[in-house]
Each structure stands twice: as structure tokens, then as C-alpha cells.
């Protein structure tokens, strides 16, 4: 069997496998509420009650719910900005974060500079799949079927769609609160699984909570299960931002970096500005975006660029030893 009939029967199976998670997502989202409603369920009935403080302790864990839930609804239901998409305006009501005086006249488009940063329009290519002419950072989604601005990736089990322009701030930001929620779980209710197991002697009561024990054990494997998991995936999306890359471009440059180096010559991430400043783009925080505060809600907020303009490395209009036709692009259909 030739190579090429190997590589073609992978392909087979994996958009077999596209086709299987995409028709099981909305199931898989519907488990991933509820799954997260009974954690919350749980820890406010069986943990919560017994934490120290209870006036700062309780303010504190119900925010942190109400970010974890918020930013997940978000994720999934906020488009990840398709490139025929309309443009989007941001409401005047209290899902929307407020912008800073100084930043809330700033248009999204163009090219405009401050004293930190220059934004430049992207360049357009015609993508191979669905013929849009598409902005640089934007690509094809197979399974989606449609290209996507600053793809990242597609999500077929929590969000069952993609992430991207408009969507990857909440897609992170749940992330981090799932990573908080999984870890004072499984931390602070760790007395309470002896107590579930009826190992802890000091007690001297059988289980008093109305939700059942069997669920509080569960739930606490799960939660520990995913504080490990999530935090590592969490580490890879925020090394990843703080590099100036989407997960799709990591894997790109890296590619970019042999080429380079077999040249003699050093690859260089135009849209790399330092780890600082790429968070604070990415999240559309500092004196040009939102206050500190917005990481604290589960606010609406714009990114920093429409998708058809991207803030570079000051003298630089294009990654440095990349060569104009080298740039990976969507594989084509087999």
C-alpha cells in the first residue's frame, strides 16, 4: 500500500471522526452544563457552608461562579467571527463592558499608532476551500466549513464550535475560572469526602447534606480530574497568547523556525510585542481597551482589532525570515 493511500485513509477517518463529534456536540455541551451545575450544586450545599469567613467567602465563590457559567455561555454562543459576518457593535447595556474615556473613541479598523504600539492592515489571500478573500491570521475551519478570524481552533466537546476573534477571550477566561472553581473543590472539600466515606470518627453523624453522597464523590473526582487536565490546557492557550500566537500559528512558526534556521537566518513573530503587552492586547486591557476590573466580570468586551488589523513589532510589516510563499496554508481536500 502506496503512502499516499495511508495518508488518505487517515483523512477518511479523521473527517469521519469531524462528522461523529459534530453531530454528538449540542449532547456534549448539554452534559457540560449540567455536569457544571451539579459541581456548583454541591460545593455551595456541601462545602461552602463550612468555609471560614463566611461575609468575604460566600461574595468571592458566588462571583466565581457567576464568572465560570458567564464566560462559558459566552464561548458558546458568541460567534467566533466569520469573516461574512457583519461587523460587530458592542451594546449600550450592562452585559457590555465600558471602555476607558480615553479608548472609546477608537476605531477598529484603519492604521493607527500610539506610544506603544503601531497597528497595520492585514494582508488578503483567497482561501482554497470556500474562495473568500480572507485577512492574514484568519483560517478555514473544516468542520465549520466557513474561514474564521484569528482561528484557533474548533472545540467539538465544550463549545461544539470554533474559537476565535470574538470568542477566544471568554473560551480563556472560562478556562481559568473552571481551573479555580476544579482546585477549591477538590481542596477545601477534601474533609468532606471522608465524611462521605464514613472515615472521619469526629463527626459522629451520618451524611447531613440533601445532596446524596455518591454525587458530592463524584463530583469531586471529576473536579480533580479536570483541575489537573484543564490547568495544563489553560498553560498551553495562555503561553501561547502571551507569545503573540494562536494555537494554530504555535504549530505554524514552529515550522517557520526549521525553515529559517536551514537558511542561516532567525525567525521573528511580527505580532510579538512582549509577553505584557500581548496579554494586555488580548485581553483589550491598559489605557487603549477596558479597565483592570473586566477580568473580574463576566463582561461583554471588544478585542482590540476587528480581524483586519494587527498590532506589529515596531519595524515590522511581516514576520522576519519568512519568505513571501512559504506561508502555510489550510490543507486542501482530499
Known amino acids: 500500500m502506496s503512502a499516499q493511500r495511508v495518508f488518505r485513509c487517515f483523512k477518511y477517518m479523521e473527517r469521519a471522526g469531524d462528522k461523529i463529534t459534530g453531530a454528538a456536540g449540542p449532547l456534549f455541551v448539554f452534559l457540560a452544563w449540567v455536569l457544571l451545575s451539579l459541581g456548583a450544586v454541591s460545593f455551595f450545599n456541601v462545602i461552602q457552608p463550612t468555609l471560614r469567613l463566611p461575609y468575604i467567602s460566600t461574595p468571592i465563590c458566588v462571583l466565581i461562579a457567576?464568572?465560570?457559567?458567564?464566560?462559558?455561555y459566552y464561548a458558546c454562543t458568541v460567534p467566533p467571527g466569520f469573516i461574512t459576518d457583519p461587523p460587530l457593535h458592542p451594546k449600550n447595556n450592562i452585559l457590555w463592558a465600558k471602555k476607558r474615556k480615553t479608548a472609546r473613541n477608537i476605531a477598529l479598523t484603519g492604521v493607527r499608532w500610539s506610544d506603544d504600539v503601531a497597528i497595520t492592515k492585514a494582508t488578503y489571500t483567497k482561501c482554497k476551500r470556500c474562495g473568500e478573500m480572507r485577512p492574514e491570521r484568519a483560517h478555514h475551519c473544516r468542520i465549520c466549513n466557513r474561514c474564521v478570524l484569528k482561528y484557533d481552533h474548533h472545540c467539538p466537546v465544550w463549545i461544539n464550535g470554533c474559537i476565535g476573534l470574538h470568542n477566544e477571550r471568554h473560551f480563556i477566561l472560562f478556562m481559568l475560572y473552571l481551573i479555580i472553581s476544579a482546585w477549591t473543590f477538590t481542596i477545601c472539600g477534601w474533609p468532606h469526602v471522608l465524611d462521605a466515606l464514613g472515615w472521619d470518627d469526629h463527626t459522629g453523624d451520618a451524611w447531613k447534606h440533601w445532596s446524596?453522597?455518591?454525587t458530592f464523590l463524584l463530583t469531586y473526582i471529576l473536579a480533580a480530574v479536570l483541575g489537573f487536565a484543564v490547568t495544563i490546557m489553560a498553560g498551553w492557550h495562555f503561553w501561547t497568547v502571551s507569545n503573540g500566537e494562536t494555537s494554530v500559528e504555535a504549530q505554524d512558526h514552529?515550522?517557520?523556525?526549521?525553515?529559517?534556521k536551514g537558511r542561516g537566518e532567525d525567525f521573528v513573530n511580527s505580532y510579538d510585542l512582549g509577553k505584557l503587552k500581548n496579554l494586555q492586547l488580548f485581553f483589550n486591557i491598559g489605557k487603549t481597551g477596558y479597565p483592570l476590573y473586566t477580568l473580574l466580570f463576566p463582561f461583554r468586551c471588544e478585542p482590540y482589532t476587528d480581524g483586519r488589523a494587527w498590532?506589529?513589532?515596531?519595524?515590522?510589516?511581516?514576520?522576519?525570515g519568512l519568505r513571501a510563499g512559504e506561508e502555510l496554508t489550510d490543507d486542501d481536500e482530499e
Open 311 to 320: 498590532a506589529r513589532r515596531p519595524g515590522y510589516e511581516r514576520h522576519s
Open 66 to 72: 457567576v464568572n465560570l457559567f458567564g464566560h462559558y
Open 254 to 260: 514552529d515550522v517557520y523556525r526549521r525553515v529559517a
Open 212 to 214: 446524596p453522597s455518591i
